[in-house]
């Protein structure tokens, strides 16, 4: 039988994750960054570590050390929305509803129309302010405001 790659490995993590066998994703995302052959946490790659995080929080009830993880990928790529979208995901999972919204909308801040980031957004119950916060959000202004801005951005987006 052949040997996994370390990237081999990390994509057998997350297929794993996406399956939710959180102990054999975890076990296969530490062999990936043993076979790295990585000398400090530093040279880890942040995806791994981003996903190592989310992992730990998720196999071993450990949410603190999964969130201190997955803020030292962000402090290396503070510009990926995977990484806030896994740190909101540690929160979730360990309870801390307010942190989890932070989470989810600085990865917002950076791209602004993130699937995964706006999906677990709406699991949880929130949707984006109305556009005239002082109407309330059926007012015909908050309605048609909002469907044309949605249009707008999902037309800048194509292009």
Not at 134 to 154: A, D, I, M, W
Request: aromatic share 12%.
């Amino acid at each position: 039988m052949k040997e996994l790659s370390s990237k081999e490995l990390f994509k057998t993590g997350i297929k794993l994750l996406q399956e939710k066998k959180y102990k054999d994703a975890l076990v296969s995302i530490r062999t990936a960054i043993e076979k790295g052959g990585y000398e400090s946490v530093n040279e880890i790659p942040p995806l791994y570590l981003s996903y190592l995080g989310l992992i730990t929080a998720l196999a071993e009830k450990k949410y603190r050390n999964g969130a201190t993880i997955c803020e030292k990928a962000i402090k290396m790529e503070f510009y990926n929305p995977v990484f806030y979208l896994n740190l909101g995901k540690v929160y979730v999972a360990g309870g801390y509803k307010l942190k989890a919204i932070d989470a989810f909308y600085n990865g917002l801040k950076t791209d602004g129309n993130h699937a995964g980031i706006i999906t677990e957004l709406k699991k949880m119950g929130l949707r984006r302010k109305p556009v005239i916060p002082f109407f309330t959000r059926t007012h015909v202004l908050n309605k048609y405001l909002g469907l044309l801005l949605r249009k707008q951005e999902s037309t800048f987006l194509m292009v």
